[in-house]
């Protein structure tokens, strides 16, 4: 099991310029996120989606679009990309915590390698 | 919402023991999180506790006071490869098992 891969690992983006981030996992979890990293300020919660076909906003989703077209697929998208942007990106997955657990590790979040994204 | 304070740095010496606080306010509580990242790594996994109580993992134990909105990390038996951030998170009560982080602590092994 690879768990969760992101792609690509670095970028450098121009100012204005789009692109986008693919995650993937192999562990057949409903719920994906995406989370940004920057020095100082822990993770915050970009987008995420319980479930194929659905996603919701988090607590910072300005300048970013996502979309879960595959259950294995969440990708992060930057339509005009700005120097705030500019931080490391990870994707994480988890089980869908309403089927009833067992364990505190069903709440366990699996954290891809991150993507180093630097905007000028 | 959710607003969790930690400590930003802490250093201790190898086969001590270090305790890593971690308070909370919030708007819903499901439980609180541990996860671990050594620099230029991912997040890992540590605990999560639901109930009050101590839960106890190898060298590691977290505990939580729901009354209190408190919790802390405890690491025992110190190693070098423990030197990382530690971050505590917030599950609430919002639906899709989302976490908020605390900005994390920095913890500094020491020989």
């Known amino acids: 099991n690879a768990g969760v891969t992101q792609t690509p690992k670095f970028r450098v983006l121009k100012t204005g310029q789009s692109m986008t981030l693919l995650c993937a996992q192999d562990?057949?979890?409903?719920?994906m996120y995406w989370y940004r990293q920057d020095p100082g300020m822990g993770l915050r919660l970009i987008h995420y989606?319980?479930?194929?076909?659905?996603?919701a906003k988090g607590e910072v989703p300005d300048g970013y679009n996502v979309s879960r077209l595959k259950k294995q697929n969440f990708l992060l998208g930057l339509e005009s990309a700005a120097p705030s942007q500019t931080s490391v990106y990870f994707c994480?997955?988890?089980?869908?915590?309403?089927?009833?657990?067992?364990?505190?590790?069903?709440?366990?979040?699996?954290f891809g390698p991150g993507t180093r994204l630097t905007v000028t | 919402g959710q607003s969790l304070e930690q400590p930003s740095e802490v250093t201790a010496v190898e086969g001590a023991i270090v305790q890593i606080n971690c308070t909370y306010q919030?708007?819903?509580?499901?439980?609180l999180s541990w996860y671990q990242q050594h620099d230029g790594g991912a997040p890992t996994f540590l605990s999560y506790?639901?109930?009050?109580g101590l839960e106890e993992t190898g060298r590691f134990s977290s505990f939580l006071s729901r009354s209190d909105s408190y919790g802390y990390l405890l690491l025992q038996e110190l190693q070098m490869k423990d030197s990382a951030s530690y971050f505590c998170?917030?599950?609430?009560?919002?639906?899709?098992?989302?976490?908020?982080f605390g900005t994390g602590t920095q913890l500094k092994v020491e020989l």
């Open positions: 994480a997955s988890s089980y869908d915590t309403r089927t009833g657990t067992s364990g505190s590790n069903s709440y366990e979040q699996y």
């Open positions: 562990m057949n979890h409903e719920y």
């Open positions: 989606s319980v479930g194929e076909g659905t996603t």
């Open positions: 919030t708007s819903g509580f499901y439980g």
């Open positions: 506790n639901a109930l009050d």
């Open positions: 998170a917030v599950r609430g009560t919002g639906g899709g098992n989302k976490l908020t």
